[in-house]
């Protein structure tokens, strides 16, 4: 009887049922382009991330203190060389000279409130035998805060990243598409 409750009896849910099976209307033409371009690529994706940049703190005084934030395009060049690290672990030291080799990356770039730059990822062609705790672990010895998910089809991961396009469209937020898009190949299975 246990069994069958699963975790409702601690008055949880198992995470299928937590998350509701939302496909959302896009009326924007430029948003419902981004959704199927990433859809289209939905097969390859392994990881949904979301990465977030530590503040910096300066002491200028007695009981002052001044935060200052990362420049965006030092953010972008902290998420590409993470990138690169992970594209040279898998693919060895001249990947970039094979072009149809590499990770691929939808990365929607937006400002929180306090101005810091955070980035939502969804990358694919990464092998099951890198662990996504130890990127979680390498992000916040360089840089802050990471999560990285298991990418599952169909929880809304497209649309939350179409939702930049409206963001992009406004100026706000941009999207960058790193890797080899147009000609990559699967990474082989070991």
């Known amino acids: 009887m246990a ?24 009326k924007d033409p430029l948003v419902s382009a981004w959704v199927e371009m990433v859809r289209t690529n939905q097969d390859h994706f392994n990881w949904y991330a979301h990465f977030t940049f530590r503040a910096n703190t300066r002491i200028i005084g007695l009981n002052r203190q001044r935060v200052t934030y990362i420049h965006p395009e030092s953010a972008q060049k902290g998420l590409r060389r993470l990138l690169h690290g992970l594209n040279r672990q898998i693919f060895g030291v001249r990947y970039w000279k094979r072009p149809h080799e590499g990770i691929i990356a939808a990365v929607a770039w937006e400002r929180q409130k306090s101005g810091n730059p955070h980035a939502h990822v969804l990358a694919g062609n990464i092998p099951d035998s890198i662990r996504r705790m130890d990127v979680v672990d390498l992000w916040f010895e360089k840089q802050g805060i990471a999560r990285v998910h298991e990418y599952k089809q169909g929880m809304g991961a497209e649309e939350y990243l179409a939702k930049m396009a409206y963001l992009f469209k406004a100026g706000e937020a941009e999207i960058d598409l790193l890797g080899p898009w147009g000609q990559f190949q699967p990474v082989p299975r070991v």
């Open 3 to 26: 069994a069958d409750r699963g975790f409702r009896g601690a008055g949880l849910m198992p995470i299928s049922q937590n998350i509701p099976q939302k496909s959302y209307q896009v």
